[in-house]
């Protein structure tokens, strides 16, 4: 299994590795004066001198990226839930979810800023909330209510009731949507987090971290940030694809028959 895992991850590997060599020879060959990219080395050699600062910040960032990344997920099943059981609810809910995803990150910031406070961290879990929320709510849904007639059928012809076919075919069927709506969430967890901190929340934060380093053209320090922010999303992606193990055995039994 380990050995599996392994070498389907040698490829992306192989491939960042690449990336950041020749990242690093390119910019050793031109050499730019005060150009914004510097070079990996120079990332990892300030990521390891500003590393208590980063892991403080990194900490206080993914306080709001875990607690809006379960608001969010809670708030998309809840909708799913309710969408697939009532008709009224598709109608009422999904058009709100729709106009709720239309609204930029920008917008939206100012306006939760005032009304929370600057400092507060619950405008910016409500910003991460709302991003995260939508791509649960549509593959959830989808994964509850596409279920063949056949399953419908057999269930009803049980005297099944409507929760107990929503237990035993409708979740059982949403979850790998479910979980792929988790990975994708997951990194726009991060992304919205770090979008909200340029407008407001606290100082020692990765968002405030990269726009006061930036700001004052320190960008091997902004750049060090970034990468404690990717690294966080992907993190995440890979608890995501573990709870998914975790709570689907009989995927992995097929993928290991297949």
Known sequence: MIAKALRSAAPAVLLGAGGLVLWELILLVVNPDGFVLPR????????????????????????IVITGLVGGI??????ALLVS?????????????????????????PIFNAWYGLLSPTSNQAIVVLLVFFPVFVNT???????????LELMHSYAASKWEITKTVRIP?????????????????????????????RQD??????????????????????????????????????????????RRDVDVVG
Do not use: C, H
């Open 205 to 250: 934060s990765l968002g405030q971290f990269i726009v006061q380093n930036a700001a004052s053209s320190r960008y091997t320090e902004a750049w060090a940030a970034v990468v404690a922010a990717s690294t966080m999303g992907i993190l995440l992606y890979f608890v995501s694809g573990g709870f998914e193990r975790v709570a689907t055995p009989w």
């Open 40 to 63: 990996p080395t120079e990332i990892l050699g300030s990521l390891i001198e500003n590393f208590t600062e980063i892991l403080a910040a990194a900490g206080t960032t993914g306080f």
């Open 141 to 151: 849904s989808k994964g509850l209510t596409s279920v063949g007639a056949i399953e």
């Open 85 to 109: 059981q009532f008709r009224i609810a598709d109608e009422m809910l999904t058009p709100l979810a729709v106009a709720l995803n239309a609204i930029p990150i920008i917008a939206l910031a």
């Open 74 to 79: 809670a708030l998309g099943v809840v909708w």
């Open 173 to 201: 069927n949403a979850m790998p949507l479910f979980f792929t709506s988790l990975k994708i969430a997951s990194s726009l967890a991060v992304i919205g987090a770090i979008v909200a901190e340029y407008f407001g929340g």
